[in-house]
């Protein structure tokens, strides 16, 4: 093996575990818009289970970052993507990028991506299709289900919004959260991180932090 191809090796292997959490979050997403279509017309059962792997009280993310230095928190000179059809903005630094084409695909109507070079790290948001009018609830616990016990959910908040913080023991190492929030009309929010470096774990965090609905 030569230089070139040793050094390409690492890349490529990030790449392919980044490749691996978004077809597992499409994979869901396509199962639970199958679900909504064949359910679409039923009545959404009362006695479904409970989710028990649901960690209390609620956590903030605000307080996650409330010991950092007022510095590092500042994000008055960040930039703002704010999306008028769904209702949303989202602050991140200035010599971070966006990929706002929104493009969608099967269970899911829209997807940004804010990142960061050259080492990828990257802020995504994805609007699901909730044609059943699921509440927050009832989406992680279907989420759960369709995992088979390898889904874990902790409830926290965002700018006042209840949320889930989930996590899998089929991500990678590089998976920095994984949020599921909805807004007051039930449209349901994916917010994942990817850390490409260890320096922007704080950054990806304070992106979160400033999710927020504008509805």
């Given at each position: 093996?030569?230089?070139?191809?040793?050094?390409?090796?690492?890349?490529r292997a990030?790449?392919?575990?980044k490749i691996l959490v978004v077809a597992?979050?499409?994979f869901v997403g396509v199962l639970l818009g199958v679900a909504g279509y064949l359910a679409k017309n039923k009545p959404v059962k009362t006695s479904q289970p409970q989710v028990s792997t649901v960690t209390e009280p609620t956590k903030s993310v605000e307080d996650e970052t409330a010991d950092l230095p007022s510095k590092a928190?500042?994000?008055e000179?960040?930039?703002t993507y704010r999306n008028e059809k769904y209702e949303f903005e989202v602050k991140y630094p200035i010599s971070w990028q966006n990929d706002a084409n929104n493009s969608a695909s099967v269970g899911i109507d829209t997807r940004i991506r804010i990142f960061n070079l050259p080492v990828w790290s990257s802020f995504e948001i994805m609007k699901n299709?909730?044609?059943r009018k699921l509440t927050l609830d009832e989406w992680v616990r279907e989420l759960i289900i369709i995992a088979k016990g390898e889904l874990s959910a902790e409830v926290i908040t965002i700018n006042g919004f209840k949320a889930y913080k989930l996590k899998s023991e089929l991500e990678p190492s590089n998976t920095l959260f994984y949020v599921v929030i909805t807004d007051k009309n039930n449209k349901i929010f994916t917010l994942y991180a990817y850390s490409g470096d260890a320096?922007?774990?704080?950054?990806l965090e304070q992106i979160l932090s400033t999710f927020k609905f504008i509805n």
């Amino acid at each position: 093996m030569n230089q070139k191809q040793t050094e390409l090796k690492p890349l490529r292997a990030s790449v392919a575990k980044k490749i691996l959490v978004v077809a597992i979050i499409v994979f869901v997403g396509v199962l639970l818009g199958v679900a909504g279509y064949l359910a679409k017309n039923k009545p959404v059962k009362t006695s479904q289970p409970q989710v028990s792997t649901v960690t209390e009280p609620t956590k903030s993310v605000e307080d996650e970052t409330a010991d950092l230095p007022s510095k590092a928190l500042a994000t008055e000179d960040w930039k703002t993507y704010r999306n008028e059809k769904y209702e949303f903005e989202v602050k991140y630094p200035i010599s971070w990028q966006n990929d706002a084409n929104n493009s969608a695909s099967v269970g899911i109507d829209t997807r940004i991506r804010i990142f960061n070079l050259p080492v990828w790290s990257s802020f995504e948001i994805m609007k699901n299709n909730n044609d059943r009018k699921l509440t927050l609830d009832e989406w992680v616990r279907e989420l759960i289900i369709i995992a088979k016990g390898e889904l874990s959910a902790e409830v926290i908040t965002i700018n006042g919004f209840k949320a889930y913080k989930l996590k899998s023991e089929l991500e990678p190492s590089n998976t920095l959260f994984y949020v599921v929030i909805t807004d007051k009309n039930n449209k349901i929010f994916t917010l994942y991180a990817y850390s490409g470096d260890a320096d922007d774990n704080k950054t990806l965090e304070q992106i979160l932090s400033t999710f927020k609905f504008i509805n």
